[in-house]
């Protein structure tokens, strides 16, 4: 349209509208003075009031994982033959423990710490913290290091560990260890399980939400593994022996979004522990001669399942696009109305994230939500070479996932992340990032996976897998 044109459609609009301008005009003459003031007080004391009180946006600056070292690598054959030099193991134990490491998705690179390799393991508090100190340090030095922040600008410190808690606290450990400012904000989580990263990763953002704008969170995860080694004969005790190795990870969490590289989107969390089953389904315990370890119980897949059709309630209409939800909504109001042998709808979680992070829990874990959320080998593939790699970390497997994806350069501008994560009590929880900034070209040149990246995906025998 010409200007010349654009001018007498301007002017068509105003004659055409004339009479209703003059009587807006009238009508806001015709106002006292304190309804002005009104009209124009009270939308913008509300937009202020708004904008103070909606939760402010948290980000991820970065994250880090601890880089194990051949030197703390435990073959099958290495395992299988300290287990049988163990006064403490009888042969039945040991064949036992074998049959499950061939079954457990695990590869021969997996990582136990120093005092897991003496025989007998050594127990003892010191080398339990030459572990913490050992995989905590080497990943907040690394955190520290990419994104160039100073321990002086940490405001807040969030630490787990489940099953380890001296004292004094982890927390303490690190700020002795970085000089933190006497003001921090630090906390120690215990006993949370596996998925206590995503806990922490909560916890962070709430307190981001009352410290002033711009504050950094430090997010700290890890299991020491060198005092939860079990040296009885319960099989259902035994397991933990087989599957939890080495790890943790270290995550920056701000409110400013300058050179952050995802966005924190939503947080979920589920506790079923209300339900005697639920809560005693992973359960530190003396077996009948006094040894202390994880019992994990017969029914932990199909609590496991249940905590996370909870979480998946409660995480899709935050998510799920609209039509996803609608064919839900169908499916719940059809069970309830017409029948309830109808089969339920599982949503498509495809169509709201391109990326998944299942806890690498083991092989039953990972199969299991795929099954459960139909998802492809690809959308597990992460899931199962960390575990294949690096073993169960415990609250760590996650970034690892994540690390794996990044490492693979599958991670694009915009992309959304699914992090699901399993624990004791027992809970699931969940968290949903949005990816602001992929790393370079060579991303994963620094990070756990820069050895052997370029090796995985693997193959894992159907006998592992089913």
Known sequence: MSSSGQLKWLFQLVVSNLLTVVAVLARVRALRPVHMFLATFVPVAATTVYLKLRPRAVYMVDYACFRTTPNFRVPFAAFQEHARVWPGFDERSVRFMSRLLERSGLGEETCLPYAQHYIPPSRDLESSRAEAELIIFSAIDDLLGKTGVSPE?????????????PTPSFADMIVNRYKLRKDVRNVHLAGMGCSAGLISVGLARNLLQVAPRGSNALVVSTETITPNYYMGKERAMLLPNCLFRMGGAAVLLSTSGGNARFRLARVVRTLTGAKDGAYRCVYQEEDDRGNVGINLSKDLMSIAGDALKANITAMGPLVLPASEQLLFALSFIARRVVSSGVKPYIPDFRTAFEHFCIHAGGRAVID????????????????????????NTSSSSLWYELAYIEA????????????????????????????????????????????CAHRYPVDIPDVLKH
């Open 368 to 391: 299991e939500l795929q099954r459960s959320l139909t998802l492809s080998d690809e959308q597990v593939e992460a899931s199962r070479m960390t575990l294949h790699r690096f073993g």
């Open 153 to 165: 600008d940490i405001d807040i410190l969030v630490v787990n560990c489940s099953l380890f808690a």
């Open 408 to 451: 693979k350069g599958r991670m694009r501008k915009g992309d959304r992340v699914w992090m699901i994560g399993f624990g004791s009590g027992f809970k699931c929880n969940s968290a949903a990032w949005e990816c602001i900034r992929p790393p370079a070209v060579d991303g994963g040149a620094d990070g756990p996976w820069a050895a």
